[in-house]
C-alpha cells in the first residue's frame, strides 16, 4: 500500500469569541487527520502578534498537534524577533514560516523595508536570522504565478533560492487552480537547483467573490472554468459546497498523479471542505488528546 499524503493546515487567529468558537471547532474536527503540522497567520504586517501567540500556546496546550507559527519581520527590529522566536522555542515550538510580510501603506517598495533600521531586510535574512537563534524546521512562501512585487517568475525563484540557501526547509505555495502552472514552477525550482520540497498550497474555495478578492491581492489567475462553475449559485450556498469540494478533490488527485506527496490546506478556519478533501484522499480519524471544543 502507498504510503498516505503528508497534510497541514493552516489557521488565522479570532478576533473575537465567535471566531474563536468557529477555530477551535475547526482545528478538533481537523486535528484527528494527523497533519504533519498547522500554521497559524501572523497578520500581513505583523498587526495580529499577540493573537497569533495566543493561539499557538492555546493548540499546544490543548492539542497534540505540532504547531509552526508564521513569523514577519516587516516592521519590527532583529531583538524583536529574537524575542518571539525564542520564547516560542522555550514554548516547545520547533516549526516556523517565515515570511517578509506585506508592506505598510505608507511604505514604498523602493524603500527596501529599511525600517526599523535594525530590522531583517528579506525573509532570506529572516530564515537566517531564524537558524541562528535556534534549529527551527522552517517553511518559505513560493509564488507559482510569481509575487505581485517580484516583476517575474524568474525573479522569484531568484528569491525563493535565496531563503533556501540561507536554511529553509521547505517552501508552501501560494494557491493555485492550473495545475500546469504547478508542475511547471517545481520543475523550474529543479532546475535552478532548489531542491527542498515544493508543497503546493490548496484553497478550497468559499465563494467566488471572496476567492476573486484573495487572488487579486496575490496575483493568482482564476480560469474561466472555474468561474463558470458558480454561475447561479450566489444563493444556494449547499451547491457551493459540493462544486468546491469537488474541485479541490479534482486537483488534489491530479497532483498526486504527478507524484505530489505533500499537501498544506488554506482552511480559513472552517474544517468542512477540508476534511472531505482529506477523506477522499483516503486519510481517516485516529485518535488525538485534542481538547473538546468550547
Partial sequence: MANPPAISFEFFPPSDDAMARQLWAAVCRLAPLG????????????????????????ILRETDLRVAPHLTCVGASREQIHDIALDYWHHGVRRMVALRGD?????????DVRAPADGFRYASDLVRGLKQTANFDIAVA???????????????????????????????????????VFLRYRDRCRAAGIHVDIVPGILPIPRLQQLLRFAERCGTAVPQWLRERFDGLDDDPETRRLIAAHIAIEQVQHLQSEGVAQFHFYTLNRAELTYAICHSMGLRPRMTETAQVA
Fill in 35 to 58: 497533519p504533519e503540522f498547522v500554521s497559524v497567520t501572523y497578520g500581513a504586517d505583523g498587526s495580529a502578534r499577540t493573537r497569533t501567540h495566543d493561539c499557538v500556546l492555546r
Fill in 103 to 111: 508592506l505598510p501603506e505608507a511604505m514604498t517598495l523602493e524603500a
Fill in 142 to 180: 513560493a509564488y507559482p504565478e510569481g509575487h505581485p512585487e517580484s516583476g517575474s517568475v524568474a525573479a522569484d525563484l531568484e528569491n525563493l533560492k535565496r531563503k533556501i540557501d540561507a536554511g529553509a526547509n521547505r517552501a508552501i505555495t501560494q494557491f493555485f487552480f492550473d495545475i500546469d
